[in-house]
């Protein structure tokens, strides 16, 4: 769904780093020691769980 929104937004103009995505869905324990929520080398509990889209349009896993 992020990513058709997202798409949306973009023709409105609003620019990709100015959208913001939670990833928390992919959080398991919280503090990245169970290497579940990682995304390529993100961990979505230790570096996020909120990111601009700018930033995770690329990781196939997390769009």
């Known amino acids: 769904m992020f990513k058709f929104v997202c798409n949306q937004l973009s023709r409105l103009g609003v620019p990709m780093n100015r959208m913001f995505v939670s990833l928390?869905?992919?959080?398991?324990?919280g503090m990245g020691k169970?290497?579940?929520?990682?995304?390529?080398?993100?961990?979505?509990?230790?570096?996020?769980?909120?990111?601009?889209?700018?930033?995770v349009m690329n990781l196939k896993e997390a769009i």
């Open 24 to 29: 928390v869905r992919r959080m398991h324990c």
């Open 34 to 55: 169970c290497c579940r929520c990682n995304i390529g080398s993100t961990y979505t509990c230790v570096d996020g769980p909120v990111f601009d889209y700018w930033s």
